[in-house]
Each structure stands twice: as structure tokens, then as C-alpha cells.
């Protein structure tokens, strides 16, 4: 472990605990769904403001608590990035999850029991993610994509509509969070294997892992397209711009890549693919 620090924690390195840029995609995703396909004039409430706050607030604690667990796993896979013992004390990255959580679960308390349920669940769920089930084959993975969709159909429940637009982008969160998240695993595969997680490319194999991955690419892209031909009805070349080129291209990337550089760039283009995809709600 790191050696003594010389101050219990600063504010850069918070911003750096608690991905700072993905708590902004967060909100935005919100936002824009929200605004875009639902009321615009929400935008400019602050109901809608704590709502994407609250849901912020638990998603940072999820990052800090999953890296308390993750530190010497992150010291052999990504040693540059790790904060924990480092810039911050174990003791005060425990504090900030509590407080983070806490102040998540309240807000959302404020706002409706049905919010503040949700903010606790997903909580909870951010912990054992952290805890346990990003050791094991998959089930990590499907609960953290299962959580990015639901911060997005967290809208229609605020709202208390069913707007299918919202939960198509919902759908399509789950899916390329799950692709990046199995990717991230390839990635990290000798930090895991040496901590005796049990992820997908340590049981299965990368060659495995990628058949699957192709299969899931298959399915997002006929869920949404079906999705949208029997519930909306949007004009497919929308789809042929902000879908099926981003998800070939990254199909081609995906079928070369065999090293750890490979695998960390398809996770940040699956970032901007999720990013590309937010800001199309805009164009609806």
C-alpha cells in the first residue's frame, strides 16, 4: 500500500474518485431527456435539478466505494489512476460514500417515496456491485448496465408517464454499458486474474468473450430498431446515422483487438457512442 499521506484527501482527487465527466453525462442524459422528449419547460425546474442531482450524488458514491474495494486490483491495472491511498485516506473515501448516499436517498425521499426506493436500491446494489458481484461472470456487469438504464427510465417514473422514447434510450444505456463493461474486464483481465475475480475473459477466455459481445451487438440492434417499428415509428436513417455506423465500427474494432491499448480504446469509444446517443434525443 501507498505510504502515509500528507493531507486526508484534496479537492481534485474527489473530482477524480467520483468520475467527474461521467457524473455530467449522467445529469445530461437526464436533462436532455427530460427536456427533449418529455416537457421541455422541466429543464428549468428544480425538481428535475434534484432529481438528476440525487442520482449523481448515488452514482459518486458508487465509484468511491467501488474503488475502496478495488485498490490493489487498480494498482497492477491501472496504478496512474488510482486515488485511494494516494490523494485520498481509506477512512474519508468511507465517509464521502456514507455522505454521498445518504444525501442521494434524501433527496430522492423529497422528491417522492418512489424516487428515494429507487436511489436506495440502486445504492445498495452499487455497494455489492463493489463488494462482491464485479467478481463474478457477468452478473457485475448486468447490474451496473441495468442501473445506467434505469437513471434514464427514472425520467418516465418521475414524470409518471410512459414515454417509449425514453425508454428505448434507456434500453439502448443498458445495452452499451453492458458491451463496455464486459470490455473493461478484457481489459483489466491480469489485475482481476491475479485477485481471483472470476469475470467472463478469465473463465471464458477473449475469444469467448467477444462471441458473446457480437451476439449482444446483434440484440441491442434488433431490440431497438423493433422497439421503435412497433412503438414510434422514427425514420430508419436516423438509426443508420446515430446506430449502425458507430456499432460497425465498433464491431470491426472489436473483432481486431487483442491488447490492453485495443480494449481501452473501445471502452472510451463505447463512451462517446453513449455520448453520441444523448444528444440525439435532441434530434428526435
Avoid at 60 to 70: E, P, Q, R, S, T
Avoid at 134 to 160: C, D, H, M, W, Y
Amino acid at each position: 500500500m501507498p505510504g502515509q499521506l500528507t493531507q486526508p484527501f484534496s479537492l481534485t482527487a474527489l473530482l477524480r474518485l467520483t468520475r467527474f465527466w461521467n457524473l455530467v453525462i449522467i445529469g445530461l442524459s437526464q436533462y436532455v431527456a427530460a427536456g427533449a422528449l418529455i416537457d421541455p419547460k422541466s429543464v428549468f425546474g428544480y425538481r428535475l435539478f434534484f432529481l438528476s442531482a440525487s442520482t449523481i450524488l448515488i452514482a459518486a458514491a458508487g465509484y468511491v466505494i467501488n474503488d475502496y474495494y478495488d485498490i490493489k486490483i487498480d494498482l497492477i491495472n491501472k496504478p496512474g489512476r488510482v486515488v485511494i491511498g494516494k490523494s485520498i485516506t481509506r477512512r474519508y473515501a468511507l465517509f464521502f460514500h456514507t455522505l454521498l448516499s445518504l444525501a442521494g436517498v434524501g433527496i430522492g425521499i423529497l422528491l417522492s417515496w418512489k424516487i428515494g426506493l429507487v436511489n436506495f436500491i440502486s445504492g445498495f446494489l452499487l455497494w455489492w456491485y463493489s463488494n462482491s458481484l464485479k467478481r463474478q461472470p457477468f452478473i457485475g456487469n448486468f447490474t451496473v448496465a441495468l442501473l445506467t438504464g434505469l437513471s434514464i427510465e427514472l425520467v418516465n417514473v418521475f414524470f409518471e408517464v410512459n414515454n417509449h422514447l425514453v425508454t428505448i434510450y434507456a434500453i439502448f444505456a443498458f445495452f452499451m454499458t453492458l458491451v463496455r463493461e464486459i470490455i473493461k474486464d478484457m481489459e483489466d483481465l491480469k489485475g482481476d486474474h491475479t485477485f481471483g475475480c472470476r469475470t467472463l475473459p478469465i473463465i471464458w477466455g477473449l475469444r469467448k468473450t467477444k462471441v458473446l459481445l457480437y451476439g449482444l451487438l446483434l440484440v441491442f440492434c434488433a431490440s431497438v430498431v423493433a422497439l421503435n417499428y412497433f412503438l414510434v415509428g422514427l425514420p430508419m436513417r436516423y438509426f443508420g446515422v446515430f446506430l449502425f455506423l458507430p456499432m460497425g465500427w465498433l464491431l470491426i474494432k472489436l473483432i481486431r483487438a487483442d491488447t490492453i491499448r485495443d480494449f481501452h480504446w473501445l471502452s472510451l469509444f463505447c463512451k462517446a457512442i453513449m455520448l453520441m446517443g444523448i444528444m440525439s434525443m435532441a434530434f428526435v
